[in-house]
């Protein structure tokens, strides 16, 4: 029923000229009068999404279709009756395959693929592949009037399609992300396009502009539908979105020296020396710069400011990270220490397996012995944290007898060589090449 004010009426019919131009030529003046008569009896217009459905329907249809032939004889409601067939004898099975069948009618397509979760994954489709995804899924009228691949880049503008799947790979909705200017880095623009048949919960109510927002960090996105703009914030790493997924997916597994690898990939100043031991146990020291990459990727820990003009580390104290692998390539344990000059800080200890325990304690006490060479080993009860992954239980006693043992026997030792030389210009010397052995 039709409660609008006459001014209402006009104001909804001046859109219909602009919507009927969408559609298809031999369609155009059949919606014309059918919107102008929903209007008059309803008082609204079509929702939108029933429209692009509608277009997709009727620009799928060719001039031997019996439809095409009798459009002026039908109803907008017989029309949607008619779309609502079409979509379940022909858009059900399309929609129900696989995207990796469309490899299969266009053997050059090809797409990313994530897991976001266990049931979630995420395509994409770069402008290179956009024709070919939405022919193979009949959905050609979504992408834009005029798009071709060449002429974007003209423009600078770029095209991607999102899409989100479930674990058999099936289609289930899919985002379409426009970018109007990509050497400026203009505004993103995105809209979702949902699958029409028995959607996921899950997928149904996934945030896409959380997700958009992360895809595309530190620029302005605008969800078409809502028009609502926002800023999205920056990524610390600065690693993309899908690679950044890959890389965690390698972090959450248990070879040590693959994270290490994936990690260099996306960061060329990272480095690790691995040095052989017995058993085929290993150990890896990880330099300041390094240090701070790696504790950046895995724990998304800021990366400190120094100051490159003032060269004192007490001003800007080094990191080090000291890990401990077994044969298998499995973190046994972790040591980390911050040096400022003449001492050596304990950050943290981790260890992360009960198996070599004594082993593991045995290559730790070397490497803090070591250590002990260059200055005093201080903070010695951050060898046991609470917030540990395993703790090592009783053993802060135990290093701290061997540290401090040790230490003293250094010292002891030292006193004796610098007796052996004598004097206190010699002191001084070895001093001074202890300290430059670290710089």
């Known amino acids: 029923m039709n409660t609008n004010t006459y001014e209402e009426n006009k104001e909804l019919k001046s859109n219909i000229l602009g919507i009927s131009y969408d559609f298809p030529e031999y369609s155009q003046l059949w919606l014309i009068t059918r919107l102008d008569n929903e209007v008059n009896e309803t008082g609204k217009l079509p929702e939108p999404e029933l429209l692009e459905r509608l277009n997709n329907c009727l620009s799928s249809l060719n001039e031997s279709d019996e439809v095409t032939k009798k459009i002026d004889m039908l109803s907008f409601k017989d029309m949607t009756r008619i ?17 990796t069948n469309v490899a299969i009618e266009y053997p050059d397509f090809s797409c990313d693929i994530i897991e976001l979760n266990d049931e979630i994954k995420l395509a994409k489709i770069d402008i290179d592949n956009v024709e070919k995804f939405c022919s193979f899924y009949d959905m050609e009228n979504y992408y834009p009037n005029g798009f071709s691949a060449d002429k974007y880049r003209e423009l600078n503008k770029n095209l991607t399609i999102y899409a989100l799947l479930d674990k058999e790979n099936k289609k289930q909705s ?107 146990f290993k150990t ?44 298998k390539s499995k973190t046994l344990a972790t040591l980390e220490t911050t040096w400022q000059g003449m001492d050596t800080e304990i950050d943290s200890v981790h260890r992360f397996s009960d198996k070599d325990k004594e082993t593991v304690d045995r290559i730790l006490f070397d490497y803090m012995a070591d250590l002990s060479n260059e200055g005093f080993v201080r903070n010695l009860e951050n060898i046991t944290n609470d917030d540990d992954v395993l703790q090592f239980g009783n053993s802060l006693d135990f290093y701290k007898v061997l540290a401090e043992g040790h230490m003293n026997e250094k010292e002891n030792k030292q006193d004796s060589i610098e007796g052996e030389i004598g004097g206190d210009d010699d002191e001084k010397v070895i001093i001074e090449e202890k300290q430059s052995m670290r710089m």
Do not use: C
């Open 83 to 99: 779309l609502n067939l079409w979509e379940e004898k022909v858009i059900r099975p399309i929609e129900n395959q696989p995207i």
């Open 174 to 280: 899919v985002i379409l992300v426009e970018e109007e200017d990509t050497m400026y880095e203009g505004e993103i623009d995105f809209k979702t396009i949902p699958n029409l048949f028995d959607i996921p919960d899950n997928i149904k109510n996934f945030d896409v502009d959380n997700l958009i927002a992360s895809i595309y960090p530190a620029r302005s996105i605008r969800n078409v539908k809502t028009d609502i703009i926002k800023e999205t914030p920056e990524s610390k790493t600065g690693i993309d979105f899908f690679d950044s997924h890959k890389l965690n997916k390698i972090l959450s597994g248990d070879n040590q020296f693959d994270k290490f690898k994936a990690v260099e990939k996306e960061f060329s100043e990272f480095h690790y020396d691995v040095i052989e031991l017995e058993n085929g």
């Open 284 to 327: 890896v020291i990880l330099n300041d710069e390094s240090t701070n990459i790696y504790n950046l990727v895995t724990k998304g820990i800021d990366i400190p400011e120094k100051d490159k003009n003032i060269d004192d580390k007490l001003w800007n104290p080094e990191k080090n990270l000291f890990f401990i692998i077994n044969d």
